[in-house]
């Protein structure tokens, strides 16, 4: 098995790192990967060039555990400005912009990218909690190669648990996101823009958000039917046949 792990020797002068790809045999191999991806994607975000892609974060929020790849990272052009700016892309079959639904699953998906970010910047990563949730030896020897590209990148480790530790020192030099996020909308076809959209980071309405997901995975309460104006989402539900909602003439649940 393969996977890919980004590397960049140069990376001052570069916008995007070089993609290697690297062999793993075992699930910590996996997770060093993850790791070793991260720390080099923060390498180029802090150096000259001030830009990441693709970096992969994984937090505890709420009582679970979250992993996501944040598209783009940037760093401030002015000095007034010391965090850096996420960014998240979507890309569209259409030329249209995105109704107010689907804004608002973009929204709270960059909302926990930077939830995540600031967790980890605040060094709230819980080690001990990681290994035993995901089942991991802290241990385990890493594959030759992966340690073999440890070394060239900066951060040379033998375990997992070596690694974790330069993921964790990493983390404590980086300042929380910027309050105002970033979505961008791209044609599918050949990514040529189509809108951007701003907005502020809202704690109070993300965990709302997190709660009320929660409470449906966990058994807590009931699924909801979608609104009337999102109905267009029933096309794409695989229960749509079966849904109560879709045999009542009016619309409503019998």
């Known amino acids: 098995m393969s996977f890919v792990m980004l590397f960049d020797p140069d990376f ?3 916008q995007v790192v ?4 690297v062999r793993i045999r075992t699930v910590e191999d996996v997770w060093a990967l993850k790791f070793m991806n991260f ?3 923060v390498n180029q975000l802090l150096s000259d060039g001030g830009l990441t892609r693709e970096l992969p974060l994984v937090g505890y929020v709420e009582g679970v555990w979250m992993v996501g790849v944040v598209d783009e990272i940037r760093m401030p052009v002015n000095e007034t400005q010391k965090n850096p700016t996420l ?3 979507k890309t569209r079959v259409q030329a249209t912009v995105p ?11 960059l909302m926990c990218y930077k939830y995540l970010w600031d967790s980890l910047a605040a060094d709230k990563f819980p080690t001990g909690q990681f290994f035993d949730f995901f089942s991991l030896n802290p241990n385990c020897i ?3 190669e992966i340690r073999a590209n440890s070394v060239k990148s900066g951060f040379p480790a033998e375990t997992l648990d070596d690694l974790v530790r330069y993921f964790r020192n990493t983390c404590r030099i ?3 996101a910027y309050d105002q996020l970033l979505l961008r909308y791209e044609l599918q076809e050949d990514h040529s823009f189509i809108s951007e959209d701003q907005f502020s980071y809202d704690s109070d ?4 958000q997190i709660q009320c997901s929660l409470q449906f995975w966990q058994g807590e309460r009931e699924a909801k039917y979608a609104p009337e104006e999102e109905r267009w989402k029933c096309k794409f539900c695989k229960f749509a046949s079966v849904c109560p909602i879709n045999a009542s003439p009016t619309g409503k649940p019998m």
Do not use: A, Y
């Open 142 to 144: 890493l594959s030759e």
């Open 39 to 41: 720390m080099t994607g």
């Open 174 to 176: 980086l300042p929380p």
């Open 99 to 109: 109704s107010e639904p689907q804004r608002r699953n973009g929204m709270l998906q």
């Open 87 to 89: 960014l998240d892309i």
């Open 18 to 21: 070089k993609r290697v790809k």
């Open 205 to 208: 309405w993300l965990k709302g």
């Open 12 to 14: 001052h002068k570069w």
